[in-house]
């Protein structure tokens, strides 16, 4: 971990509260993961960038050589200003209009479309495009409901009784299948989903001529506490293979594999750091609370997440047990009965595994503005973000009653 006497250095250039990355636990994830995949010939890794959006992170991304994952119109164009080659912009929309499709088809970026409707309007415009398809595998994987995306009920992806239609749709000249894509859920536990899913999509490869790419999407899971577990990479790398090396056996074709994380590449990166405002007891409950809330900070709200707490000065060995909770008004628990050193009034405390979906999902419910945000590299502290200001919150608004 990220020596605590960096963190607080950070915090005396910058407050609380505060975002920081550091950009040598990125490099070293991707690189783990690209090791751990190199049995694999043709291998291609997009960052998710939903996960950590930053402009200074993905620049970052892309000096690794990553391609990026994007969800929506305006990620595709952020990632353009980065620099992105448009063929290394992958855009995934869900629930779009054919207007945004038809953009991002425009500004030449790699298509990734999820509804057969969709693809049905668009081809009426935009004949033989490539383009990748968004298979729902129909398996439940991932931490839990919140984040299992590939099943049944679920709204993302084209369901298996659809695909007979696109094969007939390319037949006829139509379009061009290029990739097939699929992510069940992010944090998933257990190596058989994603061997299930894996299975799955190089079953339903076969039925595609054309195929250049297979995307086995994101969903890595990271350890969020000693002792949690995790993907293990090896054996993925392994499953993937097997049924590479059958494919490329009977089809003579060389496919590129894509994979697309956001957790795994920038969680462990991450640390919010917060500064206790008061410590209150009321019935039985000691409260420690935070200058934050669920609008900076809204995994363990959203999902029930786990995020260790460090205190920074270590004043005392004392242990004490608190539901560690924010400033917004509503329910905004980061822990509930977490056991640590004891805290005072004006103690800093960090919150790690914050690279994820923790500065990307913030808001500013209670008119609170959002935090600045700051990386480490070569053992720099360097800002990325300033913290917004109430000229901020105000900027876009109109005050039709001012004369
Ligand atoms: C969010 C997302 C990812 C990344 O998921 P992680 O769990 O962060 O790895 C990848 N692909 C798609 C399509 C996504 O929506």
Known sequence: MIKVSKLKEAVSAYGTPLYIYDLDVIEKQYLKLKNSMSNIKDLKIYFAAKALSNISILNYFKSLGTGLETSSIEEVKIGLKCGFNKDDILYSPNGVGLEEIIEANNLGVKLNLDSLESIEAFT?????????????????????????????????GIS???????????????????????????????????????????????????????NLGGGIKVQYFDGDSKTDLKEYSNVICRELDKFTLETNRNIQIILEPGKFLTSESGFFLTKVNNIKKSYNTKFAQVNSGFNHFIRPTLYNSY?????????NDEKETYNVVGYICEKDTFAQQRTINKLKVGDLICFKNAGAYCFSMSSNYNSRVKPAEACIIDNKIKLIRKRETVENLLKNQINIFVK
């Open 160 to 214: 298996e009784d659809k695909l007979s239609r696109l094969v007939k749709i390319e037949q006829e000249g139509k379009l061009i299948v290029s990739g097939i894509h699929v992510h069940t859920g992010s944090d998933i536990l257990k190596n058989e989903e994603l061997e299930l899913t894996v299975n799955k999509i190089f079953k339903i490869a076969r039925k595609f001529k054309n195929l250049k790419s297979i």
């Open 124 to 156: 009426e415009n935009y004949s033989e495009r490539e383009i990748s398809i968004r298979i729902n595998p129909n398996i439940y994987a991932g931490g839990n409901e919140r984040i299992s995306v590939g099943h049944k009920d679920s709204k993302f």
């Open 307 to 315: 995020h260790e707490i460090i205190k920074l000065n270590k004043d």
